[in-house]
């Protein structure tokens, strides 16, 4: 059952961390997240943590996304301290980033809900686009998006959310994220693309490995 939601069923703000990692530094790179980033940023009321490794696309080799009520979370006192007071390890460990991209991204609906499960959380595997528009084309996209394409994936039979942000922070405006439950159906046939329109456009597909 597929439903067409007018407002967010995990909070309208979205932080996106990508970035690449030299391999001697990756050892402690999911244990720094779930022992020093992810308890401090649920104490402050974010809703959900997960951390991706890149499976297909042009991305960078890992995504780390923060779910939170709104994407004011970020610019609040509680959220500033944290970046204001790093202790050590955060510190180090944020120098050790290569090609970084951070994205703060404010919801657009509406979404599409098709899971049947808890989408309280991050699925286990996850598409994310990043493109821009040609002013001229942005209108036509967003009528596109909202009436062709989420409709169409709607049809899919198997579990999965859309979900459509505009970057607040970011070198890139617009972001698709597409949630599933299995590997196979983010490399379905069913799966359709994006269109014509968008340009300096990355497509990445990444894995679950971490969650708080």
Request: charged share 20%; with cysteine.
């Amino acid at each position: 059952m597929s439903n067409l939601k007018d407002s967010p069923e995990s909070g309208s703000g979205l932080l996106a961390i990508f970035c690449d990692l030299d391999e001697p530094d990756r050892a402690d790179f999911r244990p720094w997240l779930s022992e020093d980033m992810f308890p401090t940023r649920n104490a402050i009321g974010f809703n959900t943590c997960a951390s991706y490794d890149l499976i297909a696309g042009n991305g960078q080799q890992f995504v780390t996304l923060y779910e939170m009520p709104s994407l004011g979370h970020l610019y609040g006192e509680p959220y500033q301290a944290l970046r204001q007071t790093r202790g050590p390890r955060d510190a180090a460990y944020h120098a050790k980033f290569r090609n970084p991209d951070r994205y703060t991204l404010a919801w657009v609906g509406p979404e599409l809900v098709c899971a049947a499960g808890n989408v309280q959380d991050l699925a286990p595997f996850i598409q994310m686009d990043r493109f821009d528009l040609h002013e001229s084309d942005v209108q036509t996209f967003n009528i596109w998006f909202v009436t062709v394409y989420l409709p169409s994936i709607a049809q899919l039979s198997y579990n999965v959310r859309v979900r459509r942000y505009l970057s607040m922070e970011g070198g890139i405006a617009h972001v698709v994220l597409h949630e599933f439950t299995g590997p196979s159906q983010v490399d379905g046939d069913g799966f359709r693309n994006l269109g014509e329109l968008p340009v300096r456009r990355q497509r990445g597909r990444y894995k679950k490995v971490i969650a708080g």
